[in-house]
């Protein structure tokens, strides 16, 4: 395999981990079969947060792998264009991960082309290759791809080899990737080691048969910090200074997958969550996973 890119000596704001793919979204927005045109960029949960990190400033880096193919390349490319730090292994051997988008009246349905990719073979070596960073984002996507890569993650978040980094993580449960009685269990103890953990309040409802943002963090209650996001509502933060609730920003949606990435921000909590929708509407108002870098000033 060839070597990422040599990593930044200085420290870093975020490293996010996990897989990145190439996703291809109906042109204009419509259902895939009825598609003459397809739109192709980049995805993936960890990488969109490095990404909306890094159009806020922060200096981020997203370490992965990919395959030696035209759709690694243009990951490759995606990440440095927003001005993340590609500390991407390029893999002869696999294929990099992809998916379509296929919008409908009932909601966004994606199909994954994603078994035996690059970033599929990843284990707990690539905590070797972690250059320090003041949090590390990981999430639940990561620990279905594999065993392997479930491995990465559970070491990352129980033992912590990157040293005293903030330790944060996005529950993001996919059904596609396993069932909840198999996933339930497992993110929730995966949540529980982290500092910082998200979590939609439909995934939760699916996972643990909650039904409001309190009961969450009764199951969810090590981590310092719980967001709860509850779509077109709001957003709800349990930290240490108390509970902290930001409206959702009215927005006309084009396509919502990706939107929930947003809110992995670093600004105290009614900032964040505001943050967050802000970014989240970006996204919403695109058929891409991100939406264009804000040319706004951000928080009202």
């Not at 930044?8 to 704001?13: E, S, W």
């Not at 990099?96 to 009932?106: I, M």
């Not at 409001?212 to 933060?237: C, F, H, M, Y």
């Not at 967050?276 to 706004?296: C, I, K, N, Y």
Request: aromatic share 6%; glycine share 8%; charged share 20%.
């Amino acid at each position: 395999m060839c070597a990422a890119p040599l990593m930044p000596t200085a420290i870093i704001d975020v490293l996010a981990v996990g897989e990145a793919m190439a996703v291809l979204s109906p042109d204009p927005v419509r259902p895939l079969r009825y598609a003459t045109n397809l739109s192709m960029t980049m995805a993936g949960a960890e990488a969109n947060v490095a990404v909306h990190l890094a159009s806020l400033g922060l200096r981020t880096a997203f370490l992965s792998r990919v395959g030696d193919d035209p759709f690694g390349e243009l990951i490759r490319d995606r990440l440095i264009e927003a001005g993340v730090d590609a500390a991407v292994v390029v893999d002869p051997a696999a294929p990099t991960g992809v998916y379509f988008k296929d919008p409908g009246e009932a909601g966004t349905l994606v199909h994954y082309y994603r078994a035996g990719s690059a970033a599929s073979t990843m284990d707990s070596s690539v905590w070797s290759d972690c250059p320090p960073a003041r949090l590390v984002h990981l999430s639940g996507i990561t620990a279905a791809l594999s065993p392997a890569c479930a491995r990465l993650v559970a070491t990352g978040l129980t033992s912590r080899p990157f040293g005293d980094a903030i330790a944060s993580f996005d529950v993001n449960y996919r059904p596609r990737l396993w069932p909840p009685a198999d996933a339930g269990p497992v993110l929730a103890d995966l949540a529980n080691h982290a500092d910082v953990v998200f979590v939609g309040r439909d995934e939760a409802a699916v996972l643990w048969g909650t039904d409001a943002a309190l009961e969450v963090r009764e199951l969810i209650s090590a981590p310092a910090v719980l967001v709860v996001k509850d779509g077109g509502v709001g957003a709800t933060e349990f930290g240490p200074g108390g509970v902290t609730f930001e409206p959702a920003t009215p927005v006309e949606i084009v396509e919502p997958v990706g939107a929930g990435d947003a809110f992995a921000a670093d600004r105290p909590p009614s900032e964040r969550l505001r943050l967050g929708h802000q970014l989240a509407s970006l996204a919403l108002m695109t058929a891409a996973d991100v939406g264009a870098p804000p040319t706004f000033p951000l928080l009202w």
